[in-house]
């Protein structure tokens, strides 16, 4: 799908801000023409999460829609666009279920703002949901490699397989929506990236509000001890249960993405601070730019490791989210 001899700006999830995504398009030298975004030498790789909890959802996804049919951008699917085609996809008898994403509050207040900001444009939405199954659920590059959450390659060779370009259609997402299906376990890995369940039945709430019994962990660590050692996502595990060795079986069970694998960009993970590579061969462009945090790029050229200086990202500034 991709030239690995092209230079990209890869661009870490937007979730519906749409005039920071023009800031910082702007700022990477892409300029408005015939009504779409282009830079005259390099393309744009969007990360996933364009929808959801942001004020400007609708706008952020005509401005990447237009990109990716003007030969300007290429995007793949995260784990928002997936919950919105699990929303509106109706489960296979057989399952109990009405939907494949069950209608749960929960579930629709993650979904609620985007459902809310198409209310009067229908017809939009339902171009936007059919396009959402044009989006690979990964790209390699052979040099470089691009999915949402998490490389697995123990589901990627077998749904490479299956579809070579990445890309699903309706029944499989239908078929996610059976517990320990081959297809439930490709959306959950690799749009939204490898867990631990808590000890004795524990639950943290984050800082989004939503209750887990779970905690997202690092697929990348070489010699993890404790669960601190393994924990990723913005909400700090109590002390207690940071410094809880982890078992043998616990240790066996955990991803390793090695370092002398192709470089991988990810989105998903909330980080903050200054953006930076994780490893030389790794990283993560999500700092939480709908939480007034940073919408950020990777400027990707010919280099072999990721360099801390081609980082860009623009701040998010509240008017953004107020308005």
């Known amino acids: 799908m991709l030239d690995p001899a092209r230079s990209y700006d890869l661009i870490g999830d937007v979730h519906g801000c749409a005039q920071t995504l023009e800031h910082l398009l702007d700022t990477l030298g892409y300029r408005v023409q015939a009504g779409v975004w282009r830079h005259p030498e390099r393309i744009a790789l969007f990360l996933g999460d364009i929808i959801d909890r942001g004020p400007r959802i609708r706008e952020a996804l005509h401005i990447v829609h237009d990109m990716v049919m003007a030969g300007q951008a290429f995007c793949i699917m995260g784990n928002h666009e997936f919950n919105a085609l699990g929303w509106s996809t109706p489960a296979p008898p057989d399952t109990g279920k009405q939907f494949v ?5 929960r579930h629709a207040r993650l979904l609620g703002e985007t459902l809310a900001q198409f209310e009067g444009h229908p017809g939009d939405w339902h171009d936007f949901l059919n396009w959402f199954y044009e989006l690979p659920l990964f790209i390699d590059a052979e040099r470089f490699r691009l999915v949402h959450a998490c490389w697995d390659a123990s ?4 749904l490479r ?25 490709v959306f959950d890995r690799l749009l939204r990236g490898t867990d631990m369940r808590l000890p004795h039945g524990m639950t943290l709430t984050g800082g989004d509000g939503l209750t887990r019994a779970s905690f997202r962990t690092k697929f990348w660590e070489d ?3 404790t669960y601190g050692d393994v924990v990723f996502q913005p909400d700090a ?24 694998e192709p470089l991988l960009f990810v989105g998903h993970y909330w ?35 990721i360099d801390p200086n ?3 990202w623009v701040d998010v500034k509240r008017p953004e989210i107020s308005q």
Do not use: M, W
């Open 101 to 105: 994403r069950e209608h749960t509050p």
């Open 155 to 158: 589901l990627i060779e077998p």
């Open 161 to 185: 397989s299956a579809h070579g370009d990445g890309r699903v259609d309706q029944a499989f997402v239908q078929a996610s929506a059976v517990p320990g299906s081959f297809a439930s376990a």
């Open 223 to 225: 010699n993890p001890q």
């Open 237 to 260: 595990l109590p002390e207690r249960v940071a410094k809880r060795p982890l078992s043998d079986t616990e240790k066996s069970a955990l991803l390793r993405y090695g370092v002398d």
């Open 271 to 305: 980080r903050s601070g200054v953006p930076a590579p994780i490893r030389p061969n790794l990283a993560c462009l999500d700092y939480s730019a709908v939480l007034y945090g940073k919408l950020v790029a990777y400027r990707l050229d010919q280099e072999t490791r």
């Open 310 to 312: 081609k980082f860009v």
